[in-house]
């Protein structure tokens, strides 16, 4: 034992004194440190901060002012996210297992960090009041010091005893996050907090009555927690089964595309329109999509392709040109793309049969979008704004990353091709969107964008700033892509060539793949980056998570008076944001581990 | 085989199908720009706002918070007030961040425990949270201060209010310009003299000292500058206004034909740059198609240059080298630019001189006389007027003012025999032209006039607005935290054997890094750290949420103002994609410069 401490005295000294200008560095910054942390704590526990603006306005940060009769559609969706994620986490776990007492060591950690600012907690603040001068206060008594000091000092050496026994119990890496998310659940069913209560003379008053402040949605965060880890069970069970894999991915790509026109739209479908219009449509294309690739693969057709193709690109170039309608003009540029991609895929009778299956996909995606998405909408909202709160930034983070990656594989694509007009109109839009700042863009999208659009047509203005971002991430997303492309070496090329692979094979099969795995950690800091920009849209006036902290709360008059109580806001709109970025970048640095990314 | 290839059907040809995808994919591309600029033209013509760029010469009829016009009298004004407004945080911001980021770089690769946990936490937090929260945070905490009004006027050390924020500072006095060139001259000969040092040095091998010659010289000049050196400057301001005068005659075509004939020039030269490396062995002189399009694209690209350049847009640009006053009520061409430098060269700060008590007990004076008239000159110690001096201790009696500093009188502040007035009041404006070129002041806090509204004294330290404050604090920290790791990974990447060649020829640990580490880790450094300076650049256009007048704040106050939008966005992106080619191409340019050299 006293080994023990020599050595780790001695180590203490080596890393923190082990010369003059050591030691002054140690201490300054130690002061500055402690400094901060004492300030920090001042200004967060001083009387004229008040956290309840923050605590009751949940409801608003989240959904903003979301109808309340709707709000099953967005607890569905939050359900459905999750039970996904369990099934996915599942599916896709990593046998990677650990000692239980790694746990043990994690909280008694938690518990030195929260002895160690529980003692250098400073017991007065002071700050300035409107008239100039200072005013000193009392935050934390000793009784309350002392409070919090013992059950922790206990909780902590119970965990350090813990941690040295050794227990012969390890559980997989990827279970502890039930454990993690275990505690705030029931945190949300014990801890309790003052609900602001107004008496008569519409004053705010500190009440007794103590609930817990989630008490409305600690039912359902307790049935989604529960789904979560059933479906965390199923995955595990179908772990096997490849074909699960597949659908799961499929589904994650149209999840999105659901909940938005879920929550966003409550879709009034008739179903007479739908029965006579939709589906035979959707039958007609299904059909003609399928007689398609049986025709072109055809072998006589596939001995005169290129004269086929031909006629087809003739065709689509007048189309593009004559004056027919917008719907023909469409379908020619179907069938021209269908007619270059399907003898690219369809070499195999898997190719073949996964090509059907995309088709059935986008168009039944497709129609559920005309008919989800363009319908009108069942959903009224007080104010202009249909969505907004943390939905809003949800939103807007996820679609800019949905809609710009593909975006911005085309735009790197273009910009590495051989083809050098495609190569200059590729480079120019991309540096183009990349060279002005995002916010010149979102004005875009606010004010100009509209003169651009054929006369009649409007969109929300949502969805406007969700079509610019698409372009600016997606010239983000291009450049780091390219970053992947170059590090390919000739060699994969020139193998696809000898193997006599089609230009799309080649980019489908050998390119991309690489390409992408080697640039994940940086499609992820600029994922991370869209959703840090996302909060730019309180400048054009969107409510998002950002516009309820700083405008909406402050000038909360009715029915409590929150005026005057922005700082508050802003801490905890940053400590959420801060949560998801630290986490989200957390999680890349793993994967890229797993992967072995950057160790060759 | 070649004979081969001919008979093929024309359309089984690659070269063929190639070209024919790339122009039905331009085809494409321009039909759809030319849709969405009908769409434009029918849906201006309906709300009958033409695209026009004449407002740019009208008078906007706004004011802006902060900058160069405050009150400007042009759109052009305006637009060029919220430029250097945005140049005024890039500059100082760059600087800024360069030197914390590269502090707090070297600090995470610490082995000291603390400094180096610190460190990191501050990049966790500062990192992972929005730019905008950050700012609109600092604005918040600046505004959670009390009101000017409610401390007392006087000097302050460091004084924070709602206002913004206060501190000492060095003011700008009478030749500081001057000096300023005059310091950048001294810069570049200390520079010489170290490199001749070291040369010497190294053909010697005998110890020059290049570091203390440097140093001991540039104190030297910089202290003979202080003490009236720094007049040899004045020749740059003769200079500039010897070439502002012979700009002035140079008529706006000459401009348009100066520019298409150098970009005829540079197409010829990379063109036949490219057919010469064609000829050379390697190239026998075979040409692929891509090789005709680079030729064909070259020559296109000229082309359009000179008509671009004799088209109106041509001669509008020509019209704004020229100076085109009357068009676009705006100091901007080339004359007017080096007139402004002769201008800034000879400018002396305007002071507002008070009463002070000219014998014991004065309470009040009452102006009998002036001796001076707006024009004069006076030196220290001239009479500048009789008054009466009264007080409650001392009977009426005659005094004579005396001038407390050099300079040109600008105007009077008092009518002769007019009410008798405090000490403090001021009397009369002048430009002082002798004095030390730099001041250090300490911030003052003063009345308005008669009103109960307070300020920050002009002249007095530095006081720094609350959108300026916040939007630069803001950003500084957070290219400052991805700087840091910039350099982190620079001096990580510089390869271990280095420095412990290093240390093995005795190298102490500051040498080292300055001589070893460093010049290494700066070639790996620059791309990336050019990119964190265009962020920064690119993120000034927050100060649009703080209120601080940059140039997006200012486009989108003309736009609401005129509603041209369309004009206000392409200025935008013009000014932004060239601020990102300036920073970009001085990057380059080091870029090449630190290269090393293989043989």
């Given at each position: 034992m006293v080994d023990v401490i020599k050595k780790n005295i001695k180590s203490v000294q080596e890393s923190l004194f082990s010369s003059v200008g050591s030691s002054v560095l140690t201490i300054a910054t130690s002061y500055l440190v402690l400094n901060f942390f004492r300030g920090m704590f001042g200004f967060i526990m001083s009387s004229d901060k008040d956290w309840l603006a923050v605590l009751n306005n949940m409801q608003l940060y989240m959904v903003q002012a979301y109808p309340e009769s709707d709000f099953i559609r967005v607890w569905i969706s939050v359900g459905l996210t999750f039970v996904f994620s369990g099934i996915s986490i599942g599916l896709w776990r990593s046998e990677d297992r650990s000692n239980i007492s790694v746990i043990f060591d994690r909280f008694f950690k938690v518990g030195l960090g929260l002895l160690f600012f529980t003692i250098v907690a400073p017991t007065f603040t002071s700050y300035m009041g409107n008239d100039g001068s200072v005013i000193t206060e009392e935050v934390f008594s000793r009784s309350t010091r002392l409070g919090i000091l013992i059950p922790t000092l206990i909780g902590t050496v119970g965990f350090l005893v813990l941690k040295n026994v050794k227990i012969n119990f390890s559980y997989n890496n990827s279970d502890v996050v039930f454990l993690y998310l275990f505690i705030p659940v029931v945190l949300i069913w014990f801890v309790k907090l003052p609900v602001i209560q107004l008496d008569e003379n519409r004053d705010r008053i500190m009440p007794d009555p103590l609930m817990p402040i989630a008490n409305t949605t600690k039912i359902p965060w307790s049935v989604i927690f529960v789904l979560f880890l059933l479906s965390y069970f199923i995955g595990i069970y179908f772990k096997d089964v490849k074909r699960l894999k597949n659908i799961m991915s499929i589904s994650w790509f149209l999840l999105p595309l659901l909940i938005f026109s879920w929550i966003f739209k409550k879709p009034v479908i008739e179903m007479n329109e739908v029965l006579t219009g939709d589906i035979p449509i959707f039958v007609i294309f299904f059909v003609v999509g399928l007689l398609v690739v049986l025709f072109i693969n055809n072998p006589i057709v596939k001995k005169y392709y290129s004269i086929y193709l031909g006629v087809v690109l003739v065709g689509t170039l007048a189309g593009v040109f004559i004056s027919i309608p917008m719907l023909a003009k469409a379908c020619l540029l179907l069938l021209s793309l269908f007619s270059m991609v399907v003898p690219a895929v369809s070499t195999s009778t898997q190719g073949k049969r996964s090509l059907i299956i995309i088709w059935l996909v986008a168009l039944v995606t497709l129609t559920f979008l005309l008919r989800g998405g363009a319908s009108e909408t069942g959903i009224i909202v007080p104010g202009s704004s249909i969505f907004g709160g943390f939905s809003l930034t949800w939103l807007l983070a996820i679609f800019g990353t949905y809609v710009s990656f593909p975006l911005g594989v085309m735009l790197a694509l273009g910009r590495n091709s051989k083809l050098p007009i495609v190569r200059i109109i590729c480079t120019g839009i991309i540096e183009l969107v990349r060279s002005v700042p995002y916010i010149t863009w979102l004005f875009f999208a606010s004010v100009t964008l509209a003169v651009f659009l054929p006369a009649g047509v409007e969109f929300n203005l949502i969805v406007r700033v969700l079509m610019v971002t698409a372009f600016f991430s997606g010239a983000y997303f291009a450049e780091n892509i390219r970053g992947g492309l170059q590090s390919i070496p000739k060699g994969q090329y020139e193998a696809a060539d000898a193997i006599g692979m089609s230009p799309f094979q080649k980019t489908g099969l050998i390119v991309l793949p690489q390409a992408l795995r080697a640039v994940i950690p940086t499609l992820v800091s600029s994922a991370i980056t869209a959703f840090k920009d996302s909060s730019l849209v309180t400048i054009i006036g969107l409510f998002d998570f950002l516009t309820i902290g700083k405008t909406v709360i402050d000038n909360q008059s009715v029915p409590v008076n929150f005026v005057g109580h922005q700082r508050e806001n802003l801490i905890f709109v940053a400590a959420v944001y801060w949560i998801f970025t630290f986490t989200l970048s957390r999680r890349s640095m793993k994967v890229e581990k797993r992967l072995g990314l950057g160790e060759r | 085989m070649k004979n081969a290839t001919k008979y093929l059907l024309f359309f089984r040809n690659v070269v063929f199908l190639k070209w024919a995808f790339q122009i039905l994919f331009l085809f494409g591309i321009l039909s759809i720009i030319w849709n969405y600029i009908q769409n434009a033209i029918v849906n201006l013509a309906n709300t009958n706002i033409a695209f026009s760029w004449g407002w740019l010469g009208e008078t906007p009829g706004v004011s802006i918070a902060e900058g160069l016009y405050t009150l400007p009298i042009s759109g052009l004004q305006m637009i060029q007030t919220g430029m250097i407004n945005m140049f005024r945080i890039t500059v100082t911001g760059i600087f800024a961040a360069t030197v914390f980021g590269t502090f707090l770089g070297i600090a995470r690769l610490s082995s000291n425990y603390i400094v180096e946990k610190s460190s990191t936490g501050l990049l966790e937090v500062v990192r992972n949270v929005p730019l905008l929260v950050q700012i609109y945070f600092f604005q918040a905490f600046v505004l959670s201060f009390p009101r000017l009004e409610v401390f007392e006027t006087g000097e302050y050390l460091f004084h924070v209010s709602a206002k913004g924020i206060a501190f000492p500072w060095f003011n700008r006095g009478p030749n500081s310009y001057l000096l300023m060139v005059y310091a950048l001259f001294v810069l570049y000969v200390a520079n010489k003299i170290y490199k001749w040092r070291v040369d010497l040095l190294e053909r010697e091998g005998r110890d020059t000292k290049p570091f203390l010659w440097s140093i001991g010289i540039l104190v030297a000049l910089l202290v003979l500058g202080w003490y009236g050196g720094f007049r040899a400057a004045g020749v740059v301001g003769f200079l500039a206004a010897y070439i502002s005068i012979g700009l002035e005659l140079v008529p706006a075509i000459v401009y348009q034909v100066l520019i298409s004939s150098v970009a005829i020039y540079i197409g010829f030269k990379t063109t036949k740059r490219f057919i010469d490396s064609k000829k050379s062995e390697e190239a026998q002189g075979i040409y692929s198609d891509d090789d005709y399009f680079k030729i064909i694209l070259n020559v296109v690209v000229v082309l359009l240059v000179v008509l671009i350049m004799f088209s109106s847009i041509g001669a509008g640009f020509a019209g704004f080298l020229v100076g085109d006053e009357i068009t676009f009520k705006a100091d901007w061409g080339l004359p007017q630019l080096f007139h402004g430098i002769d201008n800034k060269l000879n400018w002396y700060p305007s002071i507002d001189v008070e009463v002070v008590a000219?014998?014991?007990?004065?309470?009040k004076a009452e102006i009998i006389n002036w001796e001076i008239e707006p024009g004069d000159k006076i030196t220290k110690g001239d009479v500048i007027a009789t008054a009466y001096a009264t007080g409650t201790k001392i009977d009426k009696q005659e005094v004579e003012l005396i001038a407390l500093e050099t300079g040109n009188v600008e105007s009077l502040l008092v009518e002769e025999k007019s009410n008798a007035i405090k000490l403090g009041t001021p009397i009369y404006e002048l430009e002082v032209t002798e004095g030390d070129p730099f001041i250090f002041s300490r911030p003052k806090v003063e009345q308005v006039g008669t009103t109960k509204f307070q300020r920050y004294a002009d002249g007095h330290g530095k006081s720094l607005s609350v959108g300026y404050f916040a939007i630069w604090l803001g950003v500084v920290l957070y290219t400052a935290i991805f700087i840091s790791e910039v350099v982190r990974a620079g001096i990580m990447a510089v390869s271990k054997g280095q420095s412990e060649a290093g240390l093995s020829l005795g190298l102490r640990r500051g040498a080292l890094l300055r001589l070893v580490v460093l010049p290494q880790a700066i070639r790996v450094m620059l791309p990336p750290m050019g990119n964190q300076y265009l962020n920064l650049a690119k993120n000034t256009s927050l100060g649009i949420a703080v209120a601080y007048p940059e140039i997006v704040a200012v486009g989108q106050t003309l736009y609401n103002q005129e509603g041209q939008t369309l004009p206000v966005f392409l200025i935008w992106m013009m000014f932004y994609s060239s601020v990102s080619l300036t920073i970009s191409s001085i990057i380059n340019y080091y870029n090449r410069k630190m290269k090393i050299v293989e043989r």
């Amino acid at each position: 034992m006293v080994d023990v401490i020599k050595k780790n005295i001695k180590s203490v000294q080596e890393s923190l004194f082990s010369s003059v200008g050591s030691s002054v560095l140690t201490i300054a910054t130690s002061y500055l440190v402690l400094n901060f942390f004492r300030g920090m704590f001042g200004f967060i526990m001083s009387s004229d901060k008040d956290w309840l603006a923050v605590l009751n306005n949940m409801q608003l940060y989240m959904v903003q002012a979301y109808p309340e009769s709707d709000f099953i559609r967005v607890w569905i969706s939050v359900g459905l996210t999750f039970v996904f994620s369990g099934i996915s986490i599942g599916l896709w776990r990593s046998e990677d297992r650990s000692n239980i007492s790694v746990i043990f060591d994690r909280f008694f950690k938690v518990g030195l960090g929260l002895l160690f600012f529980t003692i250098v907690a400073p017991t007065f603040t002071s700050y300035m009041g409107n008239d100039g001068s200072v005013i000193t206060e009392e935050v934390f008594s000793r009784s309350t010091r002392l409070g919090i000091l013992i059950p922790t000092l206990i909780g902590t050496v119970g965990f350090l005893v813990l941690k040295n026994v050794k227990i012969n119990f390890s559980y997989n890496n990827s279970d502890v996050v039930f454990l993690y998310l275990f505690i705030p659940v029931v945190l949300i069913w014990f801890v309790k907090l003052p609900v602001i209560q107004l008496d008569e003379n519409r004053d705010r008053i500190m009440p007794d009555p103590l609930m817990p402040i989630a008490n409305t949605t600690k039912i359902p965060w307790s049935v989604i927690f529960v789904l979560f880890l059933l479906s965390y069970f199923i995955g595990i069970y179908f772990k096997d089964v490849k074909r699960l894999k597949n659908i799961m991915s499929i589904s994650w790509f149209l999840l999105p595309l659901l909940i938005f026109s879920w929550i966003f739209k409550k879709p009034v479908i008739e179903m007479n329109e739908v029965l006579t219009g939709d589906i035979p449509i959707f039958v007609i294309f299904f059909v003609v999509g399928l007689l398609v690739v049986l025709f072109i693969n055809n072998p006589i057709v596939k001995k005169y392709y290129s004269i086929y193709l031909g006629v087809v690109l003739v065709g689509t170039l007048a189309g593009v040109f004559i004056s027919i309608p917008m719907l023909a003009k469409a379908c020619l540029l179907l069938l021209s793309l269908f007619s270059m991609v399907v003898p690219a895929v369809s070499t195999s009778t898997q190719g073949k049969r996964s090509l059907i299956i995309i088709w059935l996909v986008a168009l039944v995606t497709l129609t559920f979008l005309l008919r989800g998405g363009a319908s009108e909408t069942g959903i009224i909202v007080p104010g202009s704004s249909i969505f907004g709160g943390f939905s809003l930034t949800w939103l807007l983070a996820i679609f800019g990353t949905y809609v710009s990656f593909p975006l911005g594989v085309m735009l790197a694509l273009g910009r590495n091709s051989k083809l050098p007009i495609v190569r200059i109109i590729c480079t120019g839009i991309i540096e183009l969107v990349r060279s002005v700042p995002y916010i010149t863009w979102l004005f875009f999208a606010s004010v100009t964008l509209a003169v651009f659009l054929p006369a009649g047509v409007e969109f929300n203005l949502i969805v406007r700033v969700l079509m610019v971002t698409a372009f600016f991430s997606g010239a983000y997303f291009a450049e780091n892509i390219r970053g992947g492309l170059q590090s390919i070496p000739k060699g994969q090329y020139e193998a696809a060539d000898a193997i006599g692979m089609s230009p799309f094979q080649k980019t489908g099969l050998i390119v991309l793949p690489q390409a992408l795995r080697a640039v994940i950690p940086t499609l992820v800091s600029s994922a991370i980056t869209a959703f840090k920009d996302s909060s730019l849209v309180t400048i054009i006036g969107l409510f998002d998570f950002l516009t309820i902290g700083k405008t909406v709360i402050d000038n909360q008059s009715v029915p409590v008076n929150f005026v005057g109580h922005q700082r508050e806001n802003l801490i905890f709109v940053a400590a959420v944001y801060w949560i998801f970025t630290f986490t989200l970048s957390r999680r890349s640095m793993k994967v890229e581990k797993r992967l072995g990314l950057g160790e060759r | 085989m070649k004979n081969a290839t001919k008979y093929l059907l024309f359309f089984r040809n690659v070269v063929f199908l190639k070209w024919a995808f790339q122009i039905l994919f331009l085809f494409g591309i321009l039909s759809i720009i030319w849709n969405y600029i009908q769409n434009a033209i029918v849906n201006l013509a309906n709300t009958n706002i033409a695209f026009s760029w004449g407002w740019l010469g009208e008078t906007p009829g706004v004011s802006i918070a902060e900058g160069l016009y405050t009150l400007p009298i042009s759109g052009l004004q305006m637009i060029q007030t919220g430029m250097i407004n945005m140049f005024r945080i890039t500059v100082t911001g760059i600087f800024a961040a360069t030197v914390f980021g590269t502090f707090l770089g070297i600090a995470r690769l610490s082995s000291n425990y603390i400094v180096e946990k610190s460190s990191t936490g501050l990049l966790e937090v500062v990192r992972n949270v929005p730019l905008l929260v950050q700012i609109y945070f600092f604005q918040a905490f600046v505004l959670s201060f009390p009101r000017l009004e409610v401390f007392e006027t006087g000097e302050y050390l460091f004084h924070v209010s709602a206002k913004g924020i206060a501190f000492p500072w060095f003011n700008r006095g009478p030749n500081s310009y001057l000096l300023m060139v005059y310091a950048l001259f001294v810069l570049y000969v200390a520079n010489k003299i170290y490199k001749w040092r070291v040369d010497l040095l190294e053909r010697e091998g005998r110890d020059t000292k290049p570091f203390l010659w440097s140093i001991g010289i540039l104190v030297a000049l910089l202290v003979l500058g202080w003490y009236g050196g720094f007049r040899a400057a004045g020749v740059v301001g003769f200079l500039a206004a010897y070439i502002s005068i012979g700009l002035e005659l140079v008529p706006a075509i000459v401009y348009q034909v100066l520019i298409s004939s150098v970009a005829i020039y540079i197409g010829f030269k990379t063109t036949k740059r490219f057919i010469d490396s064609k000829k050379s062995e390697e190239a026998q002189g075979i040409y692929s198609d891509d090789d005709y399009f680079k030729i064909i694209l070259n020559v296109v690209v000229v082309l359009l240059v000179v008509l671009i350049m004799f088209s109106s847009i041509g001669a509008g640009f020509a019209g704004f080298l020229v100076g085109d006053e009357i068009t676009f009520k705006a100091d901007w061409g080339l004359p007017q630019l080096f007139h402004g430098i002769d201008n800034k060269l000879n400018w002396y700060p305007s002071i507002d001189v008070e009463v002070v008590a000219e014998i014991e007990g004065m309470k009040k004076a009452e102006i009998i006389n002036w001796e001076i008239e707006p024009g004069d000159k006076i030196t220290k110690g001239d009479v500048i007027a009789t008054a009466y001096a009264t007080g409650t201790k001392i009977d009426k009696q005659e005094v004579e003012l005396i001038a407390l500093e050099t300079g040109n009188v600008e105007s009077l502040l008092v009518e002769e025999k007019s009410n008798a007035i405090k000490l403090g009041t001021p009397i009369y404006e002048l430009e002082v032209t002798e004095g030390d070129p730099f001041i250090f002041s300490r911030p003052k806090v003063e009345q308005v006039g008669t009103t109960k509204f307070q300020r920050y004294a002009d002249g007095h330290g530095k006081s720094l607005s609350v959108g300026y404050f916040a939007i630069w604090l803001g950003v500084v920290l957070y290219t400052a935290i991805f700087i840091s790791e910039v350099v982190r990974a620079g001096i990580m990447a510089v390869s271990k054997g280095q420095s412990e060649a290093g240390l093995s020829l005795g190298l102490r640990r500051g040498a080292l890094l300055r001589l070893v580490v460093l010049p290494q880790a700066i070639r790996v450094m620059l791309p990336p750290m050019g990119n964190q300076y265009l962020n920064l650049a690119k993120n000034t256009s927050l100060g649009i949420a703080v209120a601080y007048p940059e140039i997006v704040a200012v486009g989108q106050t003309l736009y609401n103002q005129e509603g041209q939008t369309l004009p206000v966005f392409l200025i935008w992106m013009m000014f932004y994609s060239s601020v990102s080619l300036t920073i970009s191409s001085i990057i380059n340019y080091y870029n090449r410069k630190m290269k090393i050299v293989e043989r």
